[in-house]
């Protein structure tokens, strides 16, 4: 299959939960057809008592989200900007 997005590209989301969020892709990941977009579907981890985190910490993380549900900037730029005209 191939993806209309990639890593480093700009998208904004066009549906879910987060839509009209924008932000950066981080990782692409092909075998489940999700990608992680920086800012998107943030998580909170507990990490437990360890040498990097000594007293323990709670860490936000981007989760993955579908790739149907986001679309490049440009092109949802463009669309909206024929909508008006």
């Given at each position: 299959?191939?993806?209309?997005?990639?890593?480093d590209d700009e998208v904004i989301v066009i549906s879910g939960?987060?839509?009209?969020?924008?932000?950066k892709i981080l990782n692409v990941?092909?075998?489940r057809c999700r990608?992680?977009?920086e800012g998107v579907a943030v998580h909170k981890?507990?990490?437990?008592?360890?040498?990097?985190?000594?007293e323990g910490t709670i860490l936000n993380?981007?989760?993955s989200i579908?790739?149907?549900?986001?679309?490049?900037a440009s092109k949802f730029e463009a669309k909206e900007?024929?909508?008006?005209?």
């Open positions: 299959m191939k993806y209309k997005v990639k890593r939960a987060h839509k009209g969020k924008r932000g990941i092909k075998d990608v992680v977009v981890r507990h990490m437990k008592k360890s040498r990097e985190y000594p993380k981007e989760g579908h790739y149907s549900n986001v679309m490049l900007k024929a909508k008006v005209r």
